[in-house]
Protein backbone atom coordinates (compact mmCIF):
# COMPACT_ATOMS: atom_id res chain seq x y z
CA UNK A 1 0.00 0.00 0.00
CA UNK A 2 1.49 2.99 -1.47
CA UNK A 3 -1.22 5.20 -0.52
CA UNK A 4 -0.94 7.27 3.26
CA UNK A 5 -2.52 5.60 6.26
CA UNK A 6 -4.32 8.22 7.75
CA UNK A 7 -5.52 6.19 10.42
CA UNK A 8 -1.89 5.55 11.46
CA UNK A 9 -0.72 9.20 11.13
CA UNK A 10 -3.44 9.84 13.64
CA UNK A 11 -2.50 7.70 16.13
CA UNK A 12 1.41 8.34 16.27
CA UNK A 13 0.55 11.77 16.78
CA UNK A 14 -1.37 10.48 19.58
CA UNK A 15 -4.68 11.55 18.58
CA UNK A 16 -7.50 9.43 19.62
CA UNK A 17 -9.64 8.44 16.80
CA UNK A 18 -13.24 7.86 16.06
CA UNK A 19 -14.76 5.32 13.73
CA UNK A 20 -17.95 3.08 13.17
CA UNK A 21 -18.91 -0.44 12.31
CA UNK A 22 -20.43 -0.54 8.70
CA UNK A 23 -22.38 -3.51 8.17
CA UNK A 24 -24.60 -2.65 4.80
CA UNK A 25 -22.82 -3.70 1.98
CA UNK A 26 -23.16 -0.43 0.33
CA UNK A 27 -20.57 1.86 -1.31
CA UNK A 28 -22.74 4.64 -1.10
CA UNK A 29 -23.11 3.93 2.61
CA UNK A 30 -19.38 4.11 3.05
CA UNK A 31 -19.14 7.46 0.91
CA UNK A 32 -21.93 8.89 3.13
CA UNK A 33 -20.11 7.49 6.70
CA UNK A 34 -16.56 8.98 5.21
CA UNK A 35 -18.33 12.64 4.42
CA UNK A 36 -19.40 12.53 7.97
CA UNK A 37 -15.61 13.21 9.14
CA UNK A 38 -14.86 9.57 10.24
CA UNK A 39 -11.12 8.77 10.71
CA UNK A 40 -11.85 5.02 9.83
CA UNK A 41 -14.74 2.87 8.76
CA UNK A 42 -14.47 -0.77 9.62
CA UNK A 43 -16.10 -2.83 6.74
CA UNK A 44 -17.14 -6.22 8.93
CA UNK A 45 -17.04 -9.23 7.09
CA UNK A 46 -16.86 -11.07 10.21
CA UNK A 47 -21.09 -10.28 11.51
CA UNK A 48 -21.73 -8.42 8.49
CA UNK A 49 -22.71 -10.08 4.56
CA UNK A 50 -19.75 -7.67 2.47
CA UNK A 51 -18.23 -10.16 0.25
CA UNK A 52 -14.79 -8.86 -1.18
CA UNK A 53 -16.27 -6.86 -4.46
CA UNK A 54 -18.36 -4.62 -2.28
CA UNK A 55 -15.73 -4.25 0.08
CA UNK A 56 -13.23 -3.25 -2.98
CA UNK A 57 -15.74 -0.44 -3.89
CA UNK A 58 -16.51 0.55 0.05
CA UNK A 59 -12.68 1.13 0.53
CA UNK A 60 -12.46 3.25 -2.73
CA UNK A 61 -15.19 5.35 -0.92
CA UNK A 62 -12.90 5.67 1.85
CA UNK A 63 -10.05 6.81 -0.19
CA UNK A 64 -11.64 9.09 -1.78
CA UNK A 65 -12.79 11.30 1.60
CA UNK A 66 -8.79 10.34 2.84
CA UNK A 67 -10.92 8.44 5.24
CA UNK A 68 -9.08 4.96 6.60
CA UNK A 69 -10.51 1.72 5.50
CA UNK A 70 -10.17 -1.02 7.81
CA UNK A 71 -11.65 -5.06 7.54
CA UNK A 72 -12.72 -7.11 9.70
CA UNK A 73 -12.49 -10.22 8.86
CA UNK A 74 -13.11 -13.92 10.12
CA UNK A 75 -10.83 -14.65 12.61
CA UNK A 76 -7.31 -16.26 12.30
CA UNK A 77 -7.65 -17.13 8.68
CA UNK A 78 -4.61 -16.77 5.89
CA UNK A 79 -6.80 -16.35 3.15
CA UNK A 80 -9.19 -13.73 5.02
CA UNK A 81 -6.67 -11.91 6.05
CA UNK A 82 -4.52 -11.66 2.82
CA UNK A 83 -7.57 -10.94 0.82
CA UNK A 84 -8.25 -8.10 2.84
CA UNK A 85 -4.74 -6.37 3.05
CA UNK A 86 -5.06 -6.60 -1.01
CA UNK A 87 -7.90 -4.90 -1.20
CA UNK A 88 -6.12 -2.13 -0.01
CA UNK A 89 -7.72 -1.67 3.46
CA UNK A 90 -5.39 0.57 5.97
CA UNK A 91 -5.91 -1.94 9.00
CA UNK A 92 -6.89 -5.47 8.92
CA UNK A 93 -8.93 -6.16 12.02
CA UNK A 94 -8.79 -9.92 13.47
CA UNK A 95 -11.50 -10.75 16.06
CA UNK A 96 -11.50 -14.29 18.08
CA UNK A 97 -7.97 -14.19 19.60
CA UNK A 98 -7.38 -15.99 22.63
CA UNK A 99 -3.64 -16.83 22.80
CA UNK A 100 -0.17 -15.27 21.93
CA UNK A 101 0.15 -18.13 19.19
CA UNK A 102 -3.41 -17.05 17.72
CA UNK A 103 -1.73 -13.25 18.11
CA UNK A 104 1.41 -14.23 16.33
CA UNK A 105 -0.36 -16.39 13.86
CA UNK A 106 -2.29 -13.17 12.87
CA UNK A 107 0.75 -11.08 12.62
CA UNK A 108 2.58 -13.50 10.41
CA UNK A 109 -0.31 -13.88 7.68
CA UNK A 110 0.06 -9.74 7.39
CA UNK A 111 3.68 -9.42 7.45
CA UNK A 112 5.80 -10.39 4.33
CA UNK A 113 8.51 -12.52 4.68
CA UNK A 114 11.11 -12.36 6.68
CA UNK A 115 8.06 -10.64 9.13
CA UNK A 116 5.60 -13.29 8.06
CA UNK A 117 4.21 -15.86 5.82
CA UNK A 118 1.71 -13.29 3.72
CA UNK A 119 1.66 -14.43 -0.08
CA UNK A 120 2.90 -11.61 -2.72
CA UNK A 121 0.96 -10.60 -6.07
CA UNK A 122 1.76 -6.84 -6.72
CA UNK A 123 -0.90 -6.59 -9.42
CA UNK A 124 -3.54 -5.39 -6.65
CA UNK A 125 -4.98 -2.28 -5.02
CA UNK A 126 -2.70 -2.53 -2.65
CA UNK A 127 -0.16 -2.90 -4.44
CA UNK A 128 -1.75 0.01 -7.46
CA UNK A 129 -2.20 -2.87 -10.12
CA UNK A 130 0.97 -2.56 -11.68
CA UNK A 131 4.47 -4.61 -11.31
CA UNK A 132 6.05 -1.48 -11.46
CA UNK A 133 6.36 -1.13 -7.53
CA UNK A 134 7.38 -5.08 -6.81
CA UNK A 135 10.47 -4.14 -5.14
CA UNK A 136 9.43 -1.49 -3.09
CA UNK A 137 5.79 -3.22 -2.03
CA UNK A 138 6.76 -5.59 0.97
CA UNK A 139 8.32 -3.66 2.68
CA UNK A 140 5.72 -0.30 1.94
CA UNK A 141 2.99 -2.71 3.29
CA UNK A 142 4.72 -4.14 6.18
CA UNK A 143 5.33 -1.05 7.43
CA UNK A 144 2.30 1.36 6.61
CA UNK A 145 -0.31 -1.58 7.38
CA UNK A 146 -1.67 -1.99 10.39
CA UNK A 147 -3.25 -5.05 13.22
CA UNK A 148 -5.61 -4.94 14.98
CA UNK A 149 -6.49 -7.97 17.10
CA UNK A 150 -10.05 -8.73 19.61
CA UNK A 151 -9.21 -9.34 23.32
CA UNK A 152 -12.76 -11.11 24.01
CA UNK A 153 -12.61 -13.13 26.42
CA UNK A 154 -11.32 -14.92 29.69
CA UNK A 155 -8.68 -16.74 28.29
CA UNK A 156 -7.07 -13.77 26.02
CA UNK A 157 -7.56 -11.87 29.30
CA UNK A 158 -5.71 -14.27 31.04
CA UNK A 159 -2.60 -14.44 28.44
CA UNK A 160 -3.20 -10.82 28.26
CA UNK A 161 0.88 -10.53 29.06
CA UNK A 162 2.09 -12.44 26.41
CA UNK A 163 -0.25 -11.42 23.82
CA UNK A 164 1.04 -8.14 24.42
CA UNK A 165 4.63 -9.52 24.08
CA UNK A 166 4.47 -10.16 20.46
CA UNK A 167 5.86 -8.10 17.32
CA UNK A 168 3.79 -6.64 15.07
CA UNK A 169 0.54 -6.58 16.59
CA UNK A 170 -0.70 -2.29 16.98
CA UNK A 171 -4.13 -2.12 17.93
CA UNK A 172 -5.95 -3.99 20.98
CA UNK A 173 -9.44 -4.20 20.43
CA UNK A 174 -11.68 -4.69 23.85
CA UNK A 175 -14.69 -6.38 22.90
CA UNK A 176 -17.24 -5.48 25.81
CA UNK A 177 -20.21 -7.81 24.46
CA UNK A 178 -18.28 -10.02 24.29
CA UNK A 179 -16.44 -9.71 27.43
CA UNK A 180 -20.10 -8.91 29.21
CA UNK A 181 -20.63 -12.82 28.02
CA UNK A 182 -17.67 -14.05 29.03
CA UNK A 183 -18.56 -12.31 32.53
CA UNK A 184 -21.93 -14.40 32.37
CA UNK A 185 -23.67 -10.92 32.40
CA UNK A 186 -24.39 -10.69 28.44
CA UNK A 187 -24.86 -7.45 26.58
CA UNK A 188 -24.41 -5.73 30.42
CA UNK A 189 -21.43 -3.39 29.08
CA UNK A 190 -21.57 -0.68 31.75
CA UNK A 191 -21.67 -2.99 34.64
CA UNK A 192 -18.75 -1.99 36.93
CA UNK A 193 -17.45 -5.84 35.82
CA UNK A 194 -16.85 -4.99 32.24
CA UNK A 195 -16.21 -1.78 33.11
CA UNK A 196 -13.46 -2.33 35.55
CA UNK A 197 -11.70 -5.41 33.17
CA UNK A 198 -12.02 -2.77 30.66
CA UNK A 199 -9.81 0.32 32.17
CA UNK A 200 -7.84 -2.61 33.59
CA UNK A 201 -6.78 -3.85 29.93
CA UNK A 202 -6.98 -0.64 28.29
CA UNK A 203 -3.64 0.70 30.98
CA UNK A 204 -2.09 -2.36 29.82
CA UNK A 205 -2.76 -2.25 26.67
CA UNK A 206 -1.15 1.51 26.08
CA UNK A 207 1.78 0.67 28.82
CA UNK A 208 3.01 -2.08 26.14
CA UNK A 209 2.92 0.63 23.87
CA UNK A 210 -0.05 -0.81 21.46
CA UNK A 211 -2.84 1.31 20.98
CA UNK A 212 -6.37 0.51 23.34
CA UNK A 213 -9.46 0.51 21.32
CA UNK A 214 -13.25 -0.30 22.41
CA UNK A 215 -16.73 0.29 21.08
CA UNK A 216 -19.10 3.05 22.25
CA UNK A 217 -22.93 3.33 21.32
CA UNK A 218 -23.43 6.43 23.02
CA UNK A 219 -22.05 10.06 22.73
CA UNK A 220 -21.60 10.63 26.21
CA UNK A 221 -19.48 7.43 26.30
CA UNK A 222 -16.68 8.67 24.41
CA UNK A 223 -15.02 11.45 27.04
CA UNK A 224 -15.58 8.04 29.50
CA UNK A 225 -13.65 5.63 27.39
CA UNK A 226 -11.03 8.76 26.75
CA UNK A 227 -10.00 8.99 30.22
CA UNK A 228 -8.83 5.17 30.14
CA UNK A 229 -6.55 6.22 27.69
CA UNK A 230 -8.38 4.38 24.74
CA UNK A 231 -7.38 5.64 21.36
CA UNK A 232 -9.36 3.58 19.14
CA UNK A 233 -13.42 4.27 19.51
CA UNK A 234 -15.81 2.83 17.44
CA UNK A 235 -19.24 4.13 17.64
CA UNK A 236 -22.18 2.24 17.73
CA UNK A 237 -23.03 0.57 13.55
CA UNK A 238 -24.21 2.18 10.77
CA UNK A 239 -27.05 -0.31 10.15
CA UNK A 240 -28.14 0.35 14.20
CA UNK A 241 -27.82 4.53 13.10
CA UNK A 242 -30.14 4.45 10.28
CA UNK A 243 -33.09 2.51 11.77
CA UNK A 244 -32.75 4.38 15.47
CA UNK A 245 -33.02 7.67 13.45
CA UNK A 246 -36.34 6.50 11.67
CA UNK A 247 -37.85 4.97 14.85
CA UNK A 248 -37.47 8.13 16.26
CA UNK A 249 -38.96 10.10 13.92
CA UNK A 250 -42.00 7.43 13.46
CA UNK A 251 -42.21 7.38 17.35
CA UNK A 252 -42.10 11.45 16.80
CA UNK A 253 -45.38 11.38 14.55
CA UNK A 254 -47.33 8.86 16.96
CA UNK A 255 -46.82 11.32 19.71
CA UNK A 256 -48.34 13.98 17.29
CA UNK A 257 -51.07 12.03 16.26
CA UNK A 258 -52.07 10.14 19.42
Not at 28 to 41: C, K, N, P, Q, W
Not at 63 to 70: E, F, K, T
Not at 119 to 139: I, K, L, M, Q, W
Not at 168 to 185: P, R
Request: include cysteine.
Amino acid sequence: MRKQNHLKTKLEAGKAVLGTWAMIPSAVTADILSLAGLDFIIIDSEHGSIGYETATTMAMACDCHAVSPVMRVGGVDEAMILRALDIGVHCVQVPNVHTAAAAAEAVSWAKYPPLGRRGFSPVTRAGDYTFDFATEHTGVADTNTLIAIHIEGEEAIAGIDEILAIAGLDIIFVGVYDLSKALGIPGQVTDERVVGRLRELSAKIAAAGKYPGTIVTREEQIAEVLSYGIKYITYSVDAEILGAGYKSAKAALDAATA
